[in-house]
């Protein structure tokens, strides 16, 4: 009898041991909001948080068809000083929150900043969770947006739009068309930064654009 009970004690004893450190690896982990580590947005410091405990910010743009994913942190006590970066999924479950996320949702990111081409930074997330969701406004039905856009600009050469965001001496420059927000590729950044044209956030400007 005694071995039995040993047997069961040692079986008890395996099973705490193997528990125990993966919950407190999940609670030195869980999403803090670090303030220092916002303070002037610096990419240092966000990249450590990004990759320690993960990043509390706000869903900027979500669309689930086109797959675009865009998060804004914002620094603390000055609500004009922000940094956009673009999501990439990493895995099955990622992908699955994300196509759920919408604007404005309080979210947790965890992942890394990883290189690419674009000028735009992109966060290869590894997981992601909604803190606080975006409540639709009481008194006001939700949004229905128009169908066939994306169709309707492939049968053109050229738009009338506004200009939704511009950054990073007019390598980015963002684009509104009636219902969507549009990310225009830059290859003549002479035409784009503000000082040589005067474009800015609202300005009405017709763009050519090639859609291959």
Request: aromatic share 8%; charged share 20%.
């Amino acid at each position: 009898m005694a071995k039995k009970y040993l047997y069961a004690l040692l079986i008890c004893l395996s099973i705490v041991g193997f528990i125990v450190p993966k919950v407190a690896k999940s609670s030195a982990t869980a999403c803090v909001y670090n303030l220092e580590a916002y303070r002037g947005l610096e990419m240092t410091q966000l990249s450590q948080e990004l990759n320690n405990t993960g990043l509390i910010v706000r869903i900027h743009g979500a669309a689930a068809s086109s797959q675009m994913f865009v998060m804004s942190v914002r620094e603390p006590d000055n609500f004009f000083n922000h940094r956009e970066f673009s999501l990439l999924a990493e895995n099955l479950e990622t992908i699955d929150t994300l196509k759920k996320i919408n604007r404005h949702d309080l979210v947790c990111v965890g992942g890394n900043i990883i290189t690419n081409s674009s000028p735009q930074v992109h966060i290869k997330v590894s997981s992601i969770q909604v803190l606080e969701p975006w409540q639709q406004p009481k008194g006001f039905a939700p949004y229905k947006r128009q169908h066939n856009l994306l169709q309707e600009l492939k049968e053109q050469n050229s738009f009338i739009g506004k200009v939704h965001a511009i950054g990073e001496e007019g390598k980015i420059l963002v684009a509104g068309y009636k219902d969507l927000v549009i990310p225009l590729f830059v290859s003549a950044t002479e035409y784009t930064p503000k000082p040589a044209t005067n474009l800015r956030r609202d300005s009405r400007q017709g763009k050519s654009f090639g859609i291959g």
